[in-house]
């Protein structure tokens, strides 16, 4: 499954670091979705943007900071996380009978 | 509130069937799906049902609502070694917008 690409696939950072995830969708969806998935929880959503608009911030602490600069496109930029904040992140996009199609994810170790 | 369970894991011989099993709190769901997650990658979605529907099949995979008792269950027929995989289950709410509440995951493991 190509539709929806993630880079990178591995991400090793300290807590002083900043980086940041890349989503890229080519199913012309206009939804899309980042989601962190840790060993052993329910995958818990973190942001929703239509249409380049955010449409939902799941109380997601500041140090992630989003951003949709098309409908093709989705960042989540990274700064002074936690340890705890160690997961795989998702991203997904939004197609019809709202299903959602998601990328490889980005598996984040926080140092 | 919303909440959705699944059995962590589930052992079967290849060519069994497999029966994954999923139990939802709320009511307003109006789509239901499975989803199936290798290792290292992310989650496929494999097929949905909308919340008027008992039934939907699509070759080896048939599911199964139970609105009545909020159950959901997958079953795979003829279980093969490349099924072994963690499969969620996600409800879509009346009223919730695009958002989708899983389930913890359970881990199939198919046996030769």
């Known amino acids: 499954e190509t539709g929806v690409t993630q880079t990178p696939r591995h991400l090793v950072m300290g807590m002083t670091n900043k980086k940041s995830l890349k989503c890229e969708q080519h199913l012309g969806h206009n939804a899309m979705y980042w989601y962190k998935q840790s060993a052993k929880k329910p995958l818990e959503l973190m942001f929703v943007?239509?249409?380049?608009?955010?449409?939902e911030n799941n109380s997601v602490p500041s140090r992630f900071s989003p951003e949709c600069p098309n409908s093709s496109h989705l960042f989540l930029h990274l700064h002074t996380l936690q340890p705890e904040d160690s997961a795989l992140y998702l991203c997904?996009?939004?197609?019809?009978?709202?299903?959602?199609?998601f990328g490889p994810g980005t598996r984040l170790t926080v140092l | 509130g919303e909440d959705v369970e699944q059995s962590l894991f589930l052992s079967v011989r290849e060519g069994d069937s497999s029966v994954i099993n999923c139990t939802y709190t709320?009511?307003?769901?109006?789509?239901l799906y499975w989803y199936k997650q290798e290792p290292g990658a992310g989650l496929q979605l494999l097929t949905y049902?909308?919340?008027?529907?008992d039934m939907k099949q699509d070759q080896r995979l048939t599911v199964l609502l139970n609105k009545k008792d909020k159950h959901l269950s997958l079953r795979i027929a003829d279980t093969q070694t490349g099924d072994s995989a963690i499969y969620f289950c996600a409800e879509l709410l009346t009223g919730g917008g695009n958002k989708l509440t899983f389930g913890t995951g359970t881990q199939l493991k198919v046996e030769l």
């Open positions: 943007y239509n249409f380049k608009e955010q449409t």
């Open positions: 049902i909308f919340s008027n529907m």
């Open positions: 997904a996009s939004g197609g019809g009978a709202d299903t959602q199609y």
């Open positions: 709320d009511s307003s769901s109006t789509y």
